[in-house]
């Protein structure tokens, strides 16, 4: 079997899973499986140039997506004027003093002779910057959450189109990927894991408990989107005469038709991101990163920088996967950063970039919309498996009350085993790097 026809037949198969769950399920979830298979295929494609390109393991991708999501209540939401003239400028303030105590701190270590003198300045300076900053910065914070808390309590945004949110989402994610590379690149690859997984939950801390930011763990709902609302179409004589016209009602209608411009938005982004990573995979500079990945002492002796490398690919990769992030809080329509869990889903995105074939970005976007749509359908088809297999069992049998309630873990087997065979059997993934 060629290569194209392999390729065209495992895309072939997730296609025609996908139309099945919409004609034996229902299409709203066949589309929704289809347009979180987008995302996961984008996140996939970060984590695969991190991984596939340079053999960076990072273990944080869920911090990089959650950066993406925050990207798109700043950027989409309405500022709240209330919350701005009680301690709004206030809070800038004060993070701009703490990120100048910082840098007058690097200063001092780097311009300063070693010695006493050069230790005690960086303790002046780091302690009297950091009570500066506290005393600037927690009334401006306690004033921004006391106005209306149940509904605001939070600075806003820029009240910008919400697509701007989506490059912003990958520059946040991309900022704070060059903040932890430089700190956690020099380290090697088991630790460099254990640093990026512990920033993420830091990330993802601050964003629960820092309610001016973006309301904690309160949520930010309604938050606006690229396509029309539903009920918008439904009040539209135009649209529900030409769902008529097809045998829906406007309701089904109208949550499809929004569902398949979503479709398209995300069918884009994620070409356009696939186009750029396999031009920078055939190039000199995509060469030279599987080099530096295959040997790095070899790279480092032919006169590459592989620090640097690894911060330029690192970057790239977070900055795909807050594209993502932004991408999945647009569909949602909603920030919930309890939502986001490091360990479980990013363990999702790898066993995508794993399966699929880790060095291949068409095998990472395989990967994504695979392994997503048994993510999603697993748990299902077990229950009604079980029920199968329990039909002959007595109502009150243990064994098949627990069987019964063994379904919901059927995920997290059903992952574990199909990364089990596709190891044993496919090492290199379903679609393997060349």
């Not at 997506?65 to 209540?73: F, I």
């Not at 302690?127 to 209306?148: H, S, T």
């Not at 995979?281 to 002492?297: C, F, K, Q, T, Y």
Request: some cysteine.
């Amino acid at each position: 079997m060629s290569d194209m026809m392999k390729k065209t037949g495992l895309f072939g198969l997730v296609a025609v899973l996908i139309l099945l769950t919409g004609f034996m399920q229902s299409w709203n979830t066949a589309l929704q499986i289809l347009n979180m298979g987008l995302i996961s295929a984008i996140m996939a494609l970060g984590v695969n140039l991190q991984w596939g390109f340079a053999g960076l393991f990072n273990v944080g991708v869920m911090g990089f997506v959650a950066l993406g999501g925050l990207a798109t209540v700043l950027v989409s939401t309405r500022p709240i004027p209330e919350a701005w003239s009680a301690g709004g400028f206030g809070i800038l303030l004060g993070l701009v003093l703490g990120a100048a105590t910082i840098v007058a701190a690097i200063l001092a270590y780097t311009r300063m002779a070693k010695g006493k003198g050069r230790t005690l300045a960086m303790l002046v300076i780091l302690v009297g910057g950091f009570f500066l900053y506290r005393w600037v910065f927690d009334p401006a914070v306690g004033a921004v959450e006391a106005i209306n808390p149940a509904s605001q309590g939070n600075i806003g945004g820029l009240g910008l189109p919400v697509l701007l949110a989506w490059p912003v989402g990958g520059l946040l994610a991309a900022g704070g990927a060059w903040v932890i590379g430089k700190t956690a690149l020099g380290l090697r690859s088991d630790y460099l894991a254990i640093a990026t997984l512990g920033i993420a939950e830091i990330i993802i801390a601050v964003m629960k408990n820092e309610d001016w930011l973006a309301r904690g763990v309160k949520n930010v709902i309604g938050l606006p989107r690229p396509v029309p609302y539903e009920v918008d179409l439904q009040a539209s004589p135009a649209f529900v005469e030409r769902a008529t016209s097809l045998g829906l009602d406007a309701t089904t209608a109208s949550t499809l038709w929004v569902k398949l411009l979503y479709a398209a938005l995300f069918t884009v982004v994620l070409l356009i991101l696939l186009w750029m990573t396999q031009r920078a995979l055939h190039s000199p500079w995509g060469r030279m990163m599987r080099a530096i990945r295959d040997n790095e002492v070899a790279a480092e002796a032919m006169g590459k920088n592989v620090t640097r490398r690894h911060l330029q690919v690192f970057i790239l990769g977070s900055a795909i996967c807050g594209i993502a992030g932004a991408m999945m809080t647009t569909l949602d329509g909603q920030l919930t950063p309890g939502t986001y869990q490091p360990l479980r889903f990013t363990f999702l995105i790898w066993v995508m970039v794993i399966v699929g074939g880790s060095g291949n970005n068409i095998g990472a976007v395989l990967g994504g919309f695979l392994i997503w749509f048994l993510w999603v359908q697993v748990e299902p088809l077990g229950q009604w498996l079980m029920q199968l297999i329990t039909m002959g069992m007595a109502e009150d049998s243990a064994l098949k009350a627990h069987l019964l309630d063994s379904t919901a873990h059927m995920r997290l087997l059903t992952m574990g085993l199909v990364l089990l065979l596709v190891l044993r059997f496919s090492p290199r993934g379903l679609i393997p790097e060349k």
